[in-house]
Structure formats: C-alpha cells, structure tokens
C-alpha cells in the first residue's frame, strides 16, 4: 500500500534523507519545514518529483491536511541550535508534539516520533537499556532538549492511552552523514570541516567522554522498519554500538582527511554526558535491525559530502 507520509523538519538532516528514502519507495511525500535550522538545499532536488510537496510551516502552530503517516522529525538538535532559543526548543517539542498527535488523532494517521538518546541524560547505566529512565538534569542548559524530548514522549504515550493514537517512539544516537548542516557545531560536522580547512580541531573536556556513531542510512532503516511494524510501539534505541573516546574520533578524522590540522583542548560545556552506547536488543528482536556501517567506512563517507559543501 502506497502511504501519504507527512515529515516535519523534511528540510533538516534526517527529514530530507527519510523523504528522499519514501520517495525512493514510489510514496508521496508532504515536507513540512519552518527553516530554523533545516536548509531547502537539501530538499531542491525533489521538488520536481510529481510525489513531493514542500510546505513552510512551523509546528508549534495547528495545520490541517490529510496523511496517514506522520514523521514528526522537527525540532533543532545540535546543542549550540537547540540551546539559541531554548523557549522555542521546548515549545517545538510540547505544543508541536501535541498538534502532529491531534493530527494524527483526527487522520487515523500512524505517527513516528523522532526522541533521542538524550532522554537518558548523563546516564548511570551502560550501555543505555530502552528501560533505563535516565539521569536527567531538568534545570540545566541541555533540559529544553532532554526534558522536552522526554516530554514528547510522554505525551505519545498518553494520547495512545486515551485516544487510541497509533504511536511509534525511536530514540535517535548520535548520527552523521550526508546533508548534515556542516556548521550545526555537533562534534562530526565541527571536526571534519575543521579537517578540511586546516583549522584546529576543538576537542572539548579532555576527549575522555564516549558517543557511539551511526551513519544516516543505517538510522532511515531502522526508521521505516519501526513504522512499517505492526504491533511493536517502542521506544527502540537506534543507534550503533560501536564506542569511541572523542579523542578517538578525531585522530580518525585526521587520519582519514590526511589534514595538517592540530587538535586543541577547550572547556567542556555543561551537563556534557560522559558516556553513550545503544543497547541494540530490542531493535534486533522487534525489527530484525542492526546497524551495518562501522565508522571508519562512514567517515569516509562524510567525508566526500563536506567536501561538496564546504
Ligand atoms: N564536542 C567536541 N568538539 C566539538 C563539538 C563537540 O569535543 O567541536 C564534544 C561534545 O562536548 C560532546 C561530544 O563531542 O562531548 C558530542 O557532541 P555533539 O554536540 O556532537 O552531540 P551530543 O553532545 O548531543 O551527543
């Protein structure tokens, strides 16, 4: 069956890898996008695809139209975006949440929410159990995000309970690749470009923190296999496994980029988790889904596409 699949923040570095993935598969495609940080270069080249609509629209506003499937993807990610405007941040999450869950209430609509694992906060477990309720400061620079990502998810879960809402929660690990915003300030983005350019690479803390990275087409797998899944709700952790120092990464990006760039130390920001890692049983059991692309080869990857644009 052929889907109408809405996808807000279609014009971010998710959003317009999933369009371009739905619309690869023959179905139609309404991109919804305010361009707070999401780019209409990333979209630009389907515009022409008979499959595809592109709408500026922010969420945190009500919007009427027919679907029945909802991505909601929207909502800035990178700390230095998603801690510009931290009100609007959280807004994103509260009332867009509740404006793509009254849609999908009043469509029938099946609705995927893009959560991250940011919800376990600086975490006490690892790796990371979809179980773990997380370690959370609610005060602090990162709350917008953390608390208001947790707060979409609860609020999934409670118009599933009192209205019945076709719910699908996946939290995101920290992913790269193509169309990613090379200035965004995340940590792959800042260190191959830095790369590029000859500039210094700027670990922060003392590179001792770990994140586990997933390449982009790795995650719109696992993205699509959640929302084509009939009876399993989540959340799943969607992430890949493989753990590295940020230390690490950037030997491998001087390594991989061949760059004369030297790395520099600077203050680690606040409330920085120290360690991260997907336990991926669940995605395995539910959705037979695993990542495959180790990072090594990824970087690689990133690494053609920020040659293009930087
Ligand atoms: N980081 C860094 N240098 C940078 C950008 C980030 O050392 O130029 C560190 C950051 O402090 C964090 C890790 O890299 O410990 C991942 O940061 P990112 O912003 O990519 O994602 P998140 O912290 O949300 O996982």
Request: aromatic fraction near 8%; include cysteine.
């Amino acid at each position: 069956m052929s889907h109408v699949n809405l996808v807000t923040g279609g014009a971010g570095f998710l959003g317009s890898n999933l369009c371009e993935r739905l619309l690869n598969r023959g179905e139609k495609v309404i991109c919804l996008d305010n361009y707070y940080t999401g780019h209409k270069s990333n979209v630009q080249e389907f515009l022409d695809n008979p499959n595809f609509e592109l709408i500026r629209h922010d969420i945190t506003e009500p919007i009427v139209l027919e679907c029945d499937r909802i991505y909601n993807m929207a909502c800035p990610a990178s700390p230095p975006h998603y801690q510009r405007n931290p009100i609007k941040t959280m807004k994103t999450s509260v009332l867009g949440c509740m404006n793509m869950l009254g849609l999908a209430k009043r469509t029938g609509a099946r609705i995927l929410q893009a959560s991250t694992s940011e919800v376990y906060g600086d975490p006490l477990t690892h790796p990371q159990k979809e179980e773990y309720w997380g370690n959370v400061n609610p005060i602090g620079i990162r709350s917008c995000y953390d608390e208001g990502k947790r707060v979409g998810e609860t609020l999934f879960f409670d118009y599933h309970r009192q209205h019945e809402v076709d719910i699908r929660i996946i939290r995101i690990f920290n992913t790269y690749g193509p169309k990613m915003d090379p200035f965004d300030g995340r940590v792959v983005s800042n260190f191959i470009v830095q790369a590029l350019k000859g500039q210094d690479i700027t670990i922060y803390g003392d590179g001792s923190q770990t994140r586990s990275f997933q390449y982009v087409d790795d995650l719109i797998n696992g993205i699509v296999a959640m929302m084509d899944n009939d009876t399993f709700l989540g959340p799943v952790n969607l992430g890949n496994p493989g753990e590295f120092t940020i230390k690490e990464l950037a030997e491998k990006v001087v390594a991989a980029t061949g760059t004369g760039s030297k790395v520099i130390y600077e203050d680690l920001p606040s409330d920085d988790p120290m360690r991260r890692k997907p336990d991926n049983s669940l995605a395995m059991e539910h959705l037979g889904w695993e990542p495959k692309i180790p990072l090594d080869e990824g970087l690689l990857k990133a690494i053609e596409y920020f040659k293009t644009v930087v």
